[in-house]
């Protein structure tokens, strides 16, 4: 879980990068550029196949935890006292991560989908920028990427120092480092990201 | 006396390992706040068994915090409401007249229930025999100033020696991990000159043995160092992880 997710993290960090040119509000010319070169250059659709498989592996992985982990406890507490131990999201993962995945699918048919299998955005027709305006029209859409952000954030909040506690790097001075930027990560992605519909949807980008 | 209180418990009854348990409703009267938590579990023992009832049975030894035999999930957390102590060691003051307690025995697959509270922790003992040890040749001891120790290594290894081997980390851990005990037990060796020849083959062995009791995995969620009696830190999970990535990366075994 943790080579995969520290590897899903990387590749958030780029995904956000490039989506965060619209927000030169220039019509979306810097970002259909930046989208052409992700969509087209040979090294990133090979990453994007390899993206695909350290996300199928995290999601597999994720599944049979939960599993065995379930099965480690047959019978279980008629009360348990979680919330005085431990962080609610820190034993929500699974949930969390089901609401991610079930996000993806419709983020990937929104978006992956026309730019991958239709020839709308390579043939000139329509640009990835009008795709995202069409999108975001409707309210609803917004509302869901929000709150799949915010599921984001507290998979990120648990996921990004706990990676680092399962390979094993535990340091009295840096730790408290990697928590730090753990939790700005956590919250300052997901915040740019859930941004992109607000402002598409209420115009603020045109 | 003024203060002393009646209280209504639910405690988890089951007849022997095969049969299915239940929770069953006590009333204790009278008990006292200065009476430690297995000292009222005594008193209602006693009226069982005047009224000619099964007792109930509870593991308990030394009731000084220091043996690891007490094992009661109490109100949904191992040991209690308190830090730092186990179930012994729990005061009948850090409750109210009229509570309604719960207290079941330690849930895990790899912890079978014996009867009513008392659950077999042997697996325990069984990881232990699978590397938790030194091997050490016959033949006098040698001078103890012959094998320099860091001041700060021996400070580690004595905390992570502070593992009692209750299995409460077991009992907090959503998934049953015993990764807080087995860390520990690795660490209070693998920091000391004396853990070093046996260092690979004691965390491979260790963690399969772990993992062929049926205990789950780590999800690092804290609980077990936020519950554990005596304060084995998270640090030692995270040591024991870079040892047996570094073993089975590192080591010629297969």
């Known amino acids: ?206 | 006396m003024s203060g002393n209180m009646n209280l209504t418990l639910k405690v988890w009854r089951q007849k022997n390992t095969k049969t299915n348990g239940e929770l069953v409703d006590y009333k204790v009267n009278e008990i006292s706040p200065d009476m430690s938590f297995l000292e009222m579990f005594d008193v209602l023992n006693e009226k069982l068994i005047t009224e000619g009832k099964d007792p109930i049975a509870f593991d308990h030894d030394c009731r000084e915090g220091i043996c690891g035999m007490c094992s009661m999930h109490i109100n949904g957390r191992p040991h209690g409401p308190l830090q730092g102590v186990t179930t012994c060691q729990l005061h009948m003051r850090s409750f109210k007249d009229g509570d309604t307690i719960v207290v079941e025995p330690w849930r895990a697959q790899a912890f079978p229930v014996i009867k009513d509270l008392a659950v077999n922790r042997s697996a325990f003992d069984r990881i232990i025999a699978a590397g938790g040890y030194v091997s050490i040749n016959t033949g006098n001891a040698q001078d103890a100033n012959n094998l320099p120790i860091s001041k700060d290594n021996a400070d580690e290894a004595f905390a992570a020696a502070a593992c009692i081997g209750c299995g409460a980390c077991v009992a907090a851990c959503k998934n049953a991990s015993a990764m807080l005990f087995v860390s520990a037990k690795v660490s209070q060796l693998s920091l000391l000159p004396q853990g070093q020849p046996e260092k690979q083959s004691r965390v491979i062995n260790m963690v399969a043995q772990m993992d062929a009791e049926g205990f789950g995995s780590c999800t690092n969620t804290g609980a077990c160092e936020a519950e554990c009696p005596k304060g084995i830190s998270l640090s030692n999970i995270a040591r024991m992880n870079r040892e047996f990535i570094g073993a089975e990366l590192g080591s010629e075994k297969y």
């Open chain 1, 1 to 206: 879980m943790a080579i995969t997710g520290l590897f899903l993290i990387t590749f958030l960090i780029v995904h956000c990068g490039i989506n965060a040119l619209i927000f030169f509000n220039d019509g979306g010319e810097s970002f259909n550029k930046g989208a052409e070169f992700m969509g087209t250059n040979p090294l990133i659709r090979t990453m994007e196949i390899v993206l695909f498989i350290g996300l199928i592996l995290h999601i597999v992985k994720g599944f049979s935890l939960w599993k065995q982990n379930n099965n480690a406890r047959p019978i279980k507490y008629a009360v348990q006292n979680g919330a005085a131990n431990s962080k609610w999201y820190s034993r929500s993962m699974g949930i969390l991560g089901t609401l991610l995945l079930m996000f993806l699918i419709i983020h990937l048919r929104h978006f992956w989908v026309i730019s991958r299998f239709t020839d709308e955005i390579t043939s000139g027709k329509e640009t990835l920028f009008n795709e995202m305006k069409e999108v975001f029209e409707h309210l609803w859409i917004v509302v869901l990427y929000v709150l799949a952000m915010v599921s984001l954030a507290y998979h990120l909040m648990h996921g990004f120092q706990s990676a680092f506690q399962t390979l094993g790097l535990n340091h009295k001075k840096y730790t408290p480092l990697i928590k730090g930027v753990g939790f700005w990560f956590s919250i300052i992605i997901p915040f740019i990201f859930a941004m992109m519909p607000i402002a598409m949807h209420f115009d603020f980008i045109k």
